[in-house]
């Protein structure tokens, strides 16, 4: 019998492959980063054959050290940078352009017309998401565009468009399926989330031939046989980063948030079967489909959080590694009313100001170093919180507990200052690979290799939870601190 689920967990800046066992360990994995090309100021693209070429790499490399072949496969689960979008001729299977990547900004001037135009409240309506360069809708239209012959091959069907998951199955499937799973979909701008399917009014609003678009899955089903390395397995789970992160969390319930703490964060909540409506900046989006039923989350991403550390690090020289900053920040029993606002590209959920710069109020004679890397950390929770607050609000549910990984979950302190200021527990799981571990969940429920939830649910474990200790009047008094705090970083840059 298979032994292993392979998940190939497709990043941003690298490609990774790892093995699980039954009892969801790891036990083997490989990586490679791969090239980022800059042709223009705020332009991002990747060359989507040097991002297959490192998954296929990686791939054979953790065969190799878990000394597994093709055979021992169970499923394979794809779990990849979400809204990165290509287009690619189906006869070759060759790119006909780079990759447009989710940080692109070339298409911002599209989506200020498209706010005139006011399509941007059917965008939302219909698609959960926000009018904004990130998605890939606009995307696509530029390529269509600006690709030559693009449009007209794109018309006789010559061409086939896909996000990273869909590429990749295409690699995987020598070309044979051409799919993606709701999850992706959502984030494309073109998907409808309460029909789920394309939606022919955004297509033409964008002039995009239906027949460019993959065929959309669940995201827990076999879609096709890789083929490779002499061998075949079944790709059976497929899920956008984030989503795969809030299943690999196992946030199966309703009202179950977790949070990815790396450059920026990624918050996500199970919002159940019900289409979640956002007042206060969220997306909507498809957590995932499996087993006939389709689960949804409100999302909101904060733009800058691990990175304040960094920042302090390399270019304030603060700090020699993020790892100090715990240590700095316990030495002093609070930051002495010092409150930093990393907003240095503006401000993401809730509060989308584009204009605000990162700011650092309350300093007094008495202020130091620690007090700065303190509030660079408490940030992070206060951003957080804001978040999770919008969450509470849009989806009338309190959360119990916070899940959370990515780098700077790793800090205590910074564990313990959410739980406090969230007056909710924080719960740090066992594994790190939360994102691999989601796909390879999903794979491994649709082929039998995992019976259902609670089965998974039982291999699960908290390695810490940090319980709240803070008193509500404290906390509601720094908390009102770190607003009046963001307030002053608004509106900087006019
Ligand atoms: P990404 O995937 O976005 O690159 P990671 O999950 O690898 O991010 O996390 C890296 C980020 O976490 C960096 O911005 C770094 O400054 C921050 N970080 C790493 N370790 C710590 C730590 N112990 N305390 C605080 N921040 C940390």
Redesign the pocket.
């Known amino acids: 019998m298979a032994e292993f689920i392979l998940a190939l967990d497709q990043g941003t800046t690298s490609s990774r492959a790892i093995l699980f066992d039954h009892d969801g360990n790891v036990r083997a994995s490989a990586g490679q980063e791969f090239k980022q090309y800059y042709p223009q100021p705020g332009w991002v693209e990747h060359d989507a054959e040097e991002i297959w070429q490192s998954q296929l790499a990686v791939t054979q490399r953790a065969l190799a050290a878990a000394r597994a072949r093709l055979e021992d496969i169970a499923a394979i689960g794809i779990t990849n940078q979400r809204e990165t979008v290509l287009l690619w001729d189906r006869a070759t299977g060759k790119p006909a352009y780079h990759a447009i990547v989710w940080q692109c900004r070339r298409t911002a001037a599209m989506c200020d017309r498209i706010r005139r135009e006011g399509f941007d409240r059917t965008l939302r309506d219909k698609t959960g998401l926000v009018t904004d360069a990130y998605f890939s809708g606009t995307k696509i239209a530029w390529l269509l565009e600006n690709v030559p012959g693009a449009r007209e091959r794109a018309e006789r069907g010559e061409l086939a468009c896909g996000t990273i998951d869909t590429w990749l199955i295409s690699k995987l499937t020598r070309g044979l399926v051409h799919a993606t799973d709701v999850s992706n979909a959502s984030r494309t701008l073109l998907f409808n989330i309460n029909s789920l399917d394309w939606d022919d009014e955004i297509l033409s609003y964008f002039g995009v031939p239906r027949k460019l678009l993959p065929e959309v899955k669940s995201s827990s089903e076999v879609l096709g046989e890789a083929a490779l390395f002499g061998g075949t397995a079944p790709i059976a789970g497929v899920a956008g980063d984030q989503q795969a992160s809030l299943f690999g969390h196992q946030c199966f319930r309703r009202g179950n948030v977790k949070n990815?703490?790396?450059?920026?964060c990624f918050l996500l909540m199970n919002t159940g079967s019900d289409v979640p409506r956002s007042e206060s900046g969220l997306v909507s989006t498809v957590a995932w489909r499996r087993a006939g039923a389709t689960t949804y989350a409100l999302e909101g991403s904060v733009f800058i959080a691990?990175?304040a550390?960094?920042w302090l690090?390399d270019e304030v020289g603060l700090i020699k590694d993020?790892?100090e900053?715990?240590k700095m920040a316990l030495a002093v029993p609070d930051t002495g009313g010092v409150y930093f606002v990393p907003a240095f590209v503006g401000l993401g959920a809730p509060h989308w100001d584009a204009y605000a710069r990162g700011t650092i109020v309350g300093l007094t004679r008495g202020s130091n170093r620690n007090h700065l890397v303190r509030a660079a950390?408490e940030s992070m929770a206060y951003q957080t919180r804001a978040v999770v607050d919008c969450m509470a609000a849009d989806s009338g549910i309190r959360p119990e507990a916070l899940r959370v990984d990515?780098?700077?979950a790793?800090?205590n302190f910074?564990c313990q200052f959410q739980a406090d200021i969230l007056g909710i527990a924080v719960e740090r799981p066992a594994t790190s690979e939360s994102t691999a571990l989601g796909a390879a969940y999903l794979g491994g429920l649709a082929t039998g290799f995992w019976k259902d939830e609670p089965e998974l649910g039982r291999q699960f474990k908290i390695a810490r939870r940090f319980e709240p200790s803070m008193s509500a009047s404290r906390r509601e008094e720094l908390y009102a601190g770190w607003r009046r705090a963001v307030e002053r970083a608004k509106g900087w840059a006019t």
Do not use: I
């Open positions: 990815t703490y790396g450059t920026g691990g990175a550390v960094q690090r993020a790892g900053s715990e950390l990515g780098g700077a790793r800090n910074l």
